[in-house]
């Protein structure tokens, strides 16, 4: 039904402001004293004409005020016309789709009822209310919509029953997809009936367009002041894959999605044994807890993170898997003998394997660590594809086949770290990012390489980020002892600011020092400092081997590998085997068989898996025997349960929202009238202002003030007695040449 509404209407008290100039006028307005004066009486017909004028600004300056005040109250009202679009006369059939919100937020519960149970019911009443004859239809918001027919139907028993089987998702809505669907079977015209928590994280992006100008949308919020949550959106582990007996550090983020602070309690079980912690969580905040572990056996595990119970039960456990190898192969490439001692190559690998270096071997496992060192004219793509980390030690040479190995190797998730030194730097990053289409590339250019004198102390580091990456460990005291350290050549560098944030320090001359980058699917992290005793004393210092442990740390750390979301179509990687007649087989949670599509072959195998529907492990099996693990939990955007207000304002549609009753409480769209009221509040007082410039009321003289002419001299007027008290049988009096001077003298 058409007409005017109100979106505050309790505002409307504020019209009682128009009623304050008049009130104000009648207040303040003079009051004179009328005294009688014959001869003054030629003075008031003379200026009788003025005073009507005088009276007619007055009106017209009171009405405008008026009219200001007025609309004022009414801008804070926020009034809307309701229009009749796709609406139809009572009684006729009605075009109509109701929009069910199907995703994971909707399995909230509270008293014992889900939001979509409530959500269902509302639809199925207000399918039950359409007349005979209309044609309607149902699409429930998923990760991708899904309407109950292909398109509208005349009948509504078969819709009312799909609505009624109809279950909520595990998957993250796209509501802006389902809006559309319902565009397109209304085909423009009609009415849309949506049923929804209307969470901010997926409804802000809904924008209603031009085309849904013949389209009325009626709005139903089910959980009218939201529903409260908090949920773990998060898991990560530093190392990603640890290597047996190596401490690890899982860490959980878990987000608050109430106005209240919370203490809740994160529980971790992995390996067979549990863990709890409490964790303070701020409103609508974020905070983060650390469970060390030490893994014993090699293969893959299985962990959960849970959280206790709350009306959405799906987001307070998510599954992580954790990858435990047998050893970690180090892959170092150089140009020099492993064997000289006064080469770098000798030292980076005693800080990374010191027993290793001390045997006098290229190959050695020492504590699970596989560290083989080969010079860079010996690269080849097996020990490239067999290795865990590459490292290149300065100087390094690489033709193009070799450096575009080393970048395919990085891009498919080996980290890479990267020891700039000597001539041989400049060319080393160019082949890579050349190779890579700048995938494998610093955020800085080296610009040239500088030199301190002999005597002189070197070049210090400036400022160094300890918040995290690969100097957290240097966060204490131990960021002095860094700071200390001196360097004799480093390169400087130019910076690109796009990815400024990714430099971890810098020396004191503004060149970047440290940086780690994301490159494909793994990371590099580029160090440009000496690792010659003749350059600095780092490989000197004890803390040359803990910040390379730190940056190897900082490189191995990640999120969930292999994980995925409900409703949408996701891959799993498995490290090739050498049986080709092995069968091959992927199981849900619940151990059913899942079908899948190898689509690439190589190093690596790639399966392609459809949309998964469970939350859980997801394990492939070559042999019978675990081949990699992969996870699938609930979106984080589904943890954040604050709604938003639906009535997506500034488009064309009429959009109204729905109470229990089913009564329209508001609208939005391009029905709106404040901004009428606010140009009506503009245009009065700019007129008052230009009316009190153009037009000024007559200027009168105070009561007790001396009329007269310039100077301050008195004039006189002929014909009056000299008795009064005058000179020359003049006395003083008004000017007969201003009627108004007449007026002011009558009133004092």
């Given at each position: 039904m058409?007409g005017?509404?109100?979106?505050a209407?309790?505002?409307?008290?504020a019209?009682?402001?128009?009623a304050?100039?008049?009130?104000?006028?009648?207040?303040?307005?003079?009051r004179?004293?009328?005294?009688?004066?014959p001869?003054?009486r030629?003075?008031l017909e003379?200026?009788?004409?003025r005073?009507?004028l005088?009276?007619?600004?007055?009106?017209?300056?009171?009405a405008?005020?008026?009219?200001?005040?007025a609309?004022?109250?009414?801008l804070?009202?926020?009034?809307?016309?309701?229009?009749d679009?796709g609406?139809?006369?009572?009684?006729?059939p009605?075009r109509?789709v109701?929009v069910?919100d199907?995703?994971?937020?909707m399995?909230?519960a509270?008293?014992?009822v889900?939001?979509f149970?409530?959500?269902r019911?509302e639809a199925?009443?207000v399918?039950?209310g359409?007349?005979s004859?209309?044609?309607?239809?149902?699409v429930?918001?998923g990760a991708?919509?899904?309407?109950?027919?292909?398109?509208?139907?005349?009948?509504l028993?078969?819709l009312?029953d799909?609505?009624?089987?109809?279950?909520p998702?595990l998957e993250c809505g796209?509501p802006a997809a389902?809006?559309a669907?319902?565009?397109?079977?209304?085909d423009?015209?009609?009415?849309?009936?949506?049923?929804?928590?209307?969470?901010?994280t997926?409804?802000?992006?809904?924008?209603?367009?031009?085309?849904w100008r013949?389209?009325?949308?009626?709005l139903?919020?089910?959980a009218?002041?939201?529903?409260?949550?908090r949920?773990?959106?998060?898991?990560?582990a530093a190392?990603?894959?640890?290597?047996a007996?190596e401490p690890?550090l899982?860490g959980?983020?878990v987000f608050n999605?109430?106005?209240?602070?919370r203490?809740?309690?994160v529980?971790?079980?992995?390996f067979?044994?549990?863990?709890e912690?409490?964790l303070?969580?701020?409103?609508?905040?974020s905070?983060e807890?650390?469970?060390?572990?030490?893994?014993?056996?090699p293969?893959?595990a299985v962990?959960?993170?849970?959280l206790?119970?709350d009306?959405?039960?799906?987001?307070?456990?998510r599954v992580?898997?954790l990858r435990?190898?047998?050893?970690?192969?180090?892959?170092?490439?150089?140009?020099?003998?492993?064997?000289?001692?006064?080469?770098?190559a000798?030292?980076?690998?005693t800080?990374?394997?010191?027993?290793?270096a001390?045997?006098g071997?290229d190959?050695?496992?020492?504590?699970?660590?596989?560290?083989?060192?080969?010079?860079?004219?010996e690269?080849?793509?097996?020990s490239l594809?067999a290795?865990?980390?590459?490292?290149?030690v300065?100087?390094?040479?690489?033709?193009?086949?070799?450096?575009e190995?080393?970048a395919?190797r990085?891009?498919?998730?080996?980290?890479?770290?990267?020891?700039?030194?000597?001539?041989t730097?400049?060319g080393l990053?160019g082949?890579?990012?050349?190779a890579?289409d700048g995938v494998?590339?610093?955020?800085f250019?080296?610009?040239?390489?500088?030199e301190?004198?002999?005597?002189?102390?070197g070049?210090?580091?400036?400022?160094?980020?300890?918040?995290a990456?690969?100097l957290?460990?240097?966060?204490?005291?131990?960021?002095?002892?860094?700071?200390?350290?001196?360097?004799?050549?480093h390169?400087q560098?130019?910076?690109?600011?796009a990815r400024?944030?990714?430099?971890?320090?810098?020396?004191?001359d503004?060149?970047?020092?440290?940086?780690l980058?994301?490159?494909g699917?793994?990371s590099?992290?580029?160090?440009n400092?000496?690792?010659d005793?003749?350059t600095?004393p780092?490989?000197?210092s004890?803390?040359?081997?803990?910040?390379?442990a730190?940056?190897?740390?900082?490189?191995?750390?990640?999120?969930e590998?292999?994980?995925?979301?409900p409703?949408?179509?996701?891959?799993?990687?498995?490290?090739?085997?050498?049986e080709?007649?092995?069968?091959?087989?992927v199981?849900?949670?619940?151990?059913g068989?899942?079908?899948?599509?190898?689509v690439?072959?190589?190093?690596?195998?790639?399966l392609?898996?459809?949309?998964?529907?469970s939350?859980g492990p997801?394990?492939?099996?070559i042999?019978?025997?675990?081949?990699?693990?992969?996870?699938?939990?609930v979106?984080?955007?589904?943890?954040?349960?604050?709604?938003?207000?639906?009535?997506?304002?500034g488009?064309?549609?009429?959009v109204r929202i729905?109470?229990?009753?089913?009564e329209?409480?508001?609208?939005?769209?391009a029905?709106?009238l404040?901004?009428?009221?606010?140009?009506?509040v503009?245009?009065?007082?700019?007129?008052e202002?230009?009316?009190?410039?153009?037009?000024?009321?007559p200027r009168t003289?105070?009561?007790?003030?001396?009329?007269g002419?310039?100077?301050?001299?008195?004039r006189?007027?002929?014909g009056?007695?000299?008795a009064?008290?005058g000179?020359?049988?003049r006395v003083?009096?008004p000017?007969?040449?201003s009627?108004?001077?007449?007026?002011?003298a009558l009133?004092?």
């Amino acid at each position: 039904m058409s007409g005017l509404g109100f979106s505050a209407p309790g505002m409307l008290l504020a019209l009682a402001a128009g009623a304050l100039p008049v009130l104000i006028h009648f207040l303040t307005r003079p009051r004179p004293r009328a005294i009688r004066f014959p001869p003054l009486r030629f003075l008031l017909e003379a200026g009788a004409g003025r005073q009507s004028l005088h009276r007619l600004r007055t009106w017209i300056l009171l009405a405008l005020r008026c009219l200001a005040a007025a609309a004022l109250g009414l801008l804070f009202a926020r009034p809307f016309l309701r229009s009749d679009a796709g609406a139809e006369a009572p009684g006729e059939p009605r075009r109509a789709v109701l929009v069910v919100d199907a995703s994971c937020s909707m399995r909230a519960a509270t008293a014992g009822v889900t939001l979509f149970a409530r959500a269902r019911g509302e639809a199925a009443e207000v399918l039950g209310g359409l007349e005979s004859g209309s044609w309607a239809g149902v699409v429930f918001v998923g990760a991708r919509p899904r309407a109950a027919l292909p398109g509208l139907t005349r009948n509504l028993h078969e819709l009312h029953d799909a609505l009624i089987r109809a279950e909520p998702t595990l998957e993250c809505g796209d509501p802006a997809a389902a809006m559309a669907l319902a565009h397109r079977l209304l085909d423009g015209r009609g009415a849309v009936y949506v049923f929804s928590d209307f969470q901010r994280t997926n409804w802000s992006a809904v924008r209603l367009g031009e085309d849904w100008r013949r389209i009325a949308c009626y709005l139903r919020p089910v959980a009218p002041s939201g529903h409260p949550n908090r949920g773990i959106t998060e898991v990560h582990a530093a190392p990603l894959e640890p290597v047996a007996g190596e401490p690890t550090l899982i860490g959980a983020t878990v987000f608050n999605a109430t106005a209240e602070p919370r203490q809740e309690t994160v529980r971790l079980e992995l390996f067979g044994s549990v863990q709890e912690k409490t964790l303070d969580l701020k409103p609508f905040a974020s905070a983060e807890t650390h469970f060390a572990v030490v893994p014993s056996e090699p293969g893959y595990a299985v962990g959960e993170v849970r959280l206790g119970a709350d009306g959405l039960g799906e987001d307070d456990r998510r599954v992580f898997t954790l990858r435990v190898r047998r050893a970690l192969r180090i892959l170092a490439l150089g140009d020099r003998e492993a064997a000289d001692l006064s080469s770098p190559a000798f030292f980076v690998r005693t800080a990374l394997a010191p027993l290793a270096a001390r045997a006098g071997r290229d190959e050695a496992a020492v504590a699970g660590l596989a560290l083989e060192y080969r010079r860079s004219q010996e690269t080849d793509v097996q020990s490239l594809a067999a290795a865990d980390l590459i490292v290149l030690v300065c100087p390094v040479t690489f033709g193009a086949p070799a450096a575009e190995a080393v970048a395919r190797r990085t891009m498919d998730g080996a980290p890479l770290l990267c020891l700039l030194d000597g001539p041989t730097a400049p060319g080393l990053l160019g082949a890579l990012a050349a190779a890579s289409d700048g995938v494998v590339s610093p955020p800085f250019a080296l610009v040239r390489a500088v030199e301190s004198p002999p005597n002189a102390p070197g070049e210090r580091l400036g400022r160094i980020a300890t918040g995290a990456g690969p100097l957290a460990l240097f966060s204490g005291p131990e960021q002095g002892d860094l700071s200390r350290l001196a360097f004799s050549r480093h390169f400087q560098t130019r910076i690109n600011e796009a990815r400024a944030g990714e430099i971890c320090a810098y020396f004191a001359d503004g060149s970047a020092a440290l940086a780690l980058s994301p490159a494909g699917r793994g990371s590099a992290l580029y160090a440009n400092f000496p690792v010659d005793p003749r350059t600095g004393p780092l490989v000197g210092s004890p803390l040359f081997p803990a910040l390379l442990a730190e940056c190897v740390r900082a490189l191995r750390s990640g999120t969930e590998p292999q994980g995925a979301t409900p409703g949408h179509a996701w891959h799993l990687d498995v490290a090739s085997r050498s049986e080709p007649d092995a069968s091959w087989q992927v199981n849900d949670p619940s151990g059913g068989p899942v079908s899948f599509t190898v689509v690439a072959r190589g190093q690596t195998v790639r399966l392609a898996l459809p949309a998964a529907s469970s939350l859980g492990p997801y394990a492939v099996r070559i042999g019978g025997e675990v081949a990699a693990v992969g996870t699938v939990n609930v979106d984080p955007r589904e943890t954040d349960t604050r709604e938003m207000r639906p009535d997506f304002s500034g488009g064309p549609a009429t959009v109204r929202i729905l109470t229990e009753e089913g009564e329209s409480l508001a609208a939005g769209g391009a029905s709106e009238l404040w901004p009428f009221c606010l140009a009506v509040v503009a245009l009065g007082l700019g007129l008052e202002m230009l009316l009190l410039s153009l037009w000024r009321a007559p200027r009168t003289v105070p009561s007790g003030q001396r009329m007269g002419g310039p100077g301050g001299h008195p004039r006189w007027i002929a014909g009056v007695s000299p008795a009064s008290g005058g000179r020359d049988g003049r006395v003083p009096g008004p000017r007969a040449s201003s009627p108004a001077d007449g007026k002011a003298a009558l009133d004092a």
